[in-house]
Nanobody, 115 residues
Framework: QVQLVESGGGLVQPGGSLRLSCAAPGTNLRAFVMEWYRQAPGKQREFVATITTGGGTMYADSVKGRFTISRDNAKNLVYLQMNSLKPEDTAIYYC?????????WGQGTQVTVSS
């Protein structure tokens, strides 16, 4: 059974940076579309960023210019570099493996932006 494991979350001050990682032991992530979502308290889960197998990327308007999704195929990892963090970025961040297979979600990692 495929498992995704997110890491890198934590507490950061406004304006700070964090880098999230998504790993999937035993699964070659380069063969799949990979995405990041987030869910803030009391809100629905929302799309953050996606990266295709060819390296194409797309972002939610709320994070465009501040967040960068990337892959390290040699390490079999997917990253979300988050810069200029704002309090409204506070949420649980989830990694998702997508097409061409059925969706698989990680357990999430908490990001808290607060002074």
């Amino acid at each position: 059974q495929v498992q995704l494991v997110e890491s890198g979350g934590g507490l950061v001050q406004p304006g700070g940076s964090l880098r999230l990682s998504c790993a999937a032991p035993g699964t070659n992530l380069r063969a799949f579309v990979m995405e990041w979502y987030r869910q803030a308290p009391g809100k629905q889960r929302e799309f953050v960023a996606t990266i295709t197998t060819g390296g194409g990327t797309m972002y939610a308007d709320s994070v465009k210019g501040r967040f960068t999704i990337s892959r390290d195929n040699a390490k079999n990892l997917v990253y979300l570099q988050m810069n200029s963090l704002k309090p409204e970025d506070t949420a649980i961040y989830y990694c998702k493996r997508g097409a061409p297979a059925a969706d698989v979600w990680g357990q999430g990692t908490q990001v808290t932006v607060s002074s």
